[in-house]
Nanobody
């Protein structure tokens, strides 16, 4: 069993920055892709924010994150970070860490994710 734990959410003002962290423990293995999804009041399903492959050599960003958010990882610790800059009120939502071990490489559809964290709330006020 793989345990996924997020941290770093909170209340910030528009224009501020926030950094989310996520650690995968248990026995995730060495070829683990990790990423962030979010669910906002405007979306019925979780949408991809950013994903990074097991080696850190490839990243994928959702349209809302491009140019503002950066995903990075520490492979030795199976830890992934999401640096969010220039936050907007529409970024408000629950952010979920995602761990993909068996899903297709390069796929960041929610159904490709093997393990989810419980989520951390990010609230951006005007």
């Amino acid at each position: 069993q793989v345990h996924v734990v997020e941290s770093g959410g909170g209340l910030v003002q528009a224009g501020d920055s926030l950094r989310l962290s996520c650690a995968a423990s248990g026995r995730p293995g060495s070829r683990v892709a990790m990423g962030w999804f979010r669910q906002t009041p405007r979306t019925a399903e979780r949408e991809l924010v950013a994903g990074i492959n097991w080696s850190g050599s490839s990243t994928t960003y959702g349209d809302s994150a491009k140019g503002r958010f950066t995903i990075s990882r520490e492979n030795a610790e199976n830890t992934v970070y999401l640096q969010m800059n220039s936050l907007k009120t529409e970024d408000t939502g629950v952010y979920y860490c995602a761990v993909k071990i068996y899903g297709p490489e390069g796929s960041w559809l929610p159904r490709a994710i093997d393990y989810w964290g419980k989520g951390t709330l990010v609230t951006v006020s005007a």
